[in-house]
C-alpha cells in the first residue's frame, strides 16, 4: 500500500459561494502544489465543472467527480462518482428540482460559471444551485447509491448545514459511507467522537478560495489514486485505510 493525500470537498466557480478564480486549472495547479493526489470537485447541487476539472487534471492528478447535495432537511452531503457522467446524472435530477434564478437571486450570489479545462466561462447555470433540493436525506443518499457513488456526511462538526446541526444527531442508519470533519485552525474537528460510528472520517477544507485548497486532508493507504481504490479504503478492506491528515 501507498499513502496518498486528498482532500474531497473543492468548490469551483460554478458555487454561488466560491470565489471567480477557482478555475479548473487553477485548482489542479493549487492541488498539486499542495502535494495532493487526489481532489473531488464538490459544487452546490451540480456537477457542472467536474469534467473540465479531470480534463485539465489529465494523468497529474485524480480529480474526481463530486456534488454537495442539499436535502431538503438542509442537510449538505457529499456525493463522490466514479466518473463524470455518473456525477452529471445524479446531478442533473437534483437540478430539476431547483427554481429558476432571478435577477434578484444573481444579485445576491454572483454567477455560477461553467467553465472549460482551460478556464474560460462556457456559459452559467440558470438553476438556484443555492437552496435546497426537494430530496429527503434518506432519498438523497439512495441517488448517490443508485449513481453507483459513495455518500459522505459534510462537515458533520459545523454548527449549520450538517446532519448534525440539521437533525441533532448522527443517524446511525442513514447509510453514509463516511463522515467528513471540517478541518481548520482553532476549530475543533471532533474527528475522535465521530470515529466512534465505525465509518471512514475524512478532514476536508470545503475550500472556495484557492488559498484553501488543501488547508486540510485526508491521508489514503490504498494502491492507487483512483475512486475504486477510495471505495476500498472507506471499508478498510484487505488493510486499506483512511484517516485524517
Ligand atoms: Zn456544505
Ligand atoms: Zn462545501
Redesign the pocket.
Known amino acids: 500500500m501507498k499513502q496518498f493525500l486528498a482532500d474531497l470537498?473543492i468548490?469551483t466557480a460554478l458555487?454561488p459561494c466560491a470565489a471567480e478564480d477557482m478555475t479548473p486549472p487553477a485548482i489542479v495547479q493549487a492541488a498539486l502544489d499542495s502535494g495532493l493526489a487526489m481532489i473531488a470537485i464538490?459544487d452546490?447541487n451540480s456537477a457542472g465543472n467536474t469534467a473540465a476539472t479531470q480534463a485539465a487534471a489529465g494523468d497529474r492528478l485524480c480529480a474526481l467527480a463530486g456534488m454537495?447535495l442539499t436535502t431538503a432537511e438542509e442537510v449538505?452531503v457529499l456525493g463522490l462518482f466514479p466518473d463524470a457522467a455518473r456525477a452529471s446524472a445524479a446531478a442533473a435530477e437534483v437540478v430539476a428540482t431547483l427554481p429558476q434564478a432571478d435577477a434578484a437571486y444573481y444579485e445576491r450570489f454572483g454567477p455560477q460559471q461553467l467553465m472549460g479545462a482551460d478556464g474560460r466561462v462556457l456559459g452559467f447555470e440558470r438553476r438556484m444551485l443555492a437552496v435546497a433540493s426537494t430530496f429527503e436525506l434518506s432519498a438523497a443518499i439512495a441517488l448517490i447509491h443508485r449513481h453507483d457513488g459513495v455518500a459522505v456526511a459534510?462537515?458533520v462538526n459545523r454548527p449549520s448545514f450538517s446532519v448534525v446541526s440539521q437533525l441533532g444527531m448522527f443517524p446511525p442508519d442513514a447509510g453514509f459511507d463516511a463522515i467528513e470533519v471540517f478541518s481548520a485552525p482553532g476549530f475543533p474537528s471532533r474527528a475522535a467522537e465521530f470515529a466512534g460510528h465505525g465509518l471512514a472520517v475524512l478532514s476536508s477544507s470545503?475550500s472556495?478560495f484557492l488559498g484553501d485548497v488543501g488547508s486540510a486532508c485526508s491521508v489514503f493507504e490504498m494502491r492507487a489514486p483512483t475512486f475504486e481504490e477510495l471505495r476500498l479504503a472507506m471499508r478498510g478492506a484487505d488493510g486499506r485505510a483512511v484517516r485524517c491528515a
Open positions: 470537498h468548490h458555487s464538490c452546490h454537495e449538505h459534510a462537515h470545503d472556495h
